[in-house]
Antibody, heavy 121, light 110 residues
Framework: QVQLVESGGGVVQPGRSLRLSCAAS????????MHWVRQAPGKGLEWVAG????????YYADSVKGRFTISRDNSRHTLYLQMNSLRAEDTAVYHC??????????????WGHGTLVTVSS | QSVLTQPPSVSAAPGQKVTISCSGN????????VSWYQQFPGIAPKLLIY???KRPSGIPDRFSGSKSGTSATLGITGLQTGDEADYYC???????????FGGGTKLTVL
């Protein structure tokens, strides 16, 4: 069965960096786009970034553009999110989500449980 | 402020039908497929509808989706107390080159 397991969250000071990982299994990882979606405490879903199946294209929300970098290692079936210059408003649960073979879609059929990132001094 | 607009809350009695609206523009809903998600507190979202009106395997036919122009609608019939959750619409925005979500709608089954 499909599994997405995030790791790397924690408490970090404003301005510092953190790298999230998402280990994928149960599907042909290199076939699908992958995404990160976050949810601040008590708030709605916010898409953060997406990457094409082969890593050749990356897409970002304006709120993280220039600070976050999404990447993937298809040989390790792992998705990453490098987060730099973190701000208090980046505090959220970060979910990785399996996309589709087409980039221009919000069709995320599997989600990880998420990893909590808290940005606080 | 979300790019897609949903009502903050809707409510209906058990057994009744409810609809949740999602409004966008020509760059997002008007140009791309819409998906809908169900989320219970503390749990990851679950895909309910994709490509405007298709249900993934395992999703009961009580859940339906439709799209017209720059708006989409999620319908739920035969409401059950277990349907109480937050519901989100999402789509691709061709101008932003980004996925956009609605702000979410809390469904209460009275």
């Amino acid at each position: 069965q499909v599994q997405l397991v995030e790791s790397g969250g924690g408490v970090v000071q404003p301005g510092r960096s953190l790298r999230l990982s998402c280990a994928a299994s149960g599907f042909i990882f290199l076939t699908y786009d992958m995404h990160w979606v976050r949810q601040a405490p008590g708030k709605g879903l916010e898409w953060v970034a997406g990457i094409s199946y082969d890593g050749s294209n990356e897409y970002y929300a304006d709120s993280v553009k220039g600070r976050f970098t999404i990447s993937r290692d298809n040989s390790r079936h792992t998705l990453y999110l490098q987060m730099n210059s973190l701000r208090a408003e980046d505090t959220a649960v970060y979910h990785c989500a399996k996309g589709w073979v087409v980039t221009a879609t919000a069709r995320f059929d599997y989600w990880g449980h998420g990893t909590l990132v808290t940005v606080s001094s | 402020q979300s790019v897609l607009t949903q009502p903050p809350s809707v409510s209906a009695a058990p057994g009744q039908k409810v609809t949740i609206s999602c409004s966008g523009n020509n760059s997002n809903i008007g140009d791309n497929y819409v998906s809908w998600y169900q989320q219970f507190p503390g749990i990851a979202p679950k895909l309910l509808i994709y490509d405007n009106n298709k249900r993934p395997s395992g999703i009961p036919d009580r859940f339906s989706g439709s799209k017209s122009g720059t708006s989409a609608t999620l319908g739920i019939t035969g409401l059950q107390t277990g349907d109480e959750a937050d519901y989100y619409c999402g789509t691709w925005d061709s101008s932003l080159s980004a996925v956009v979500f609605g702000g979410g709608t809390k469904l209460t089954v009275l």
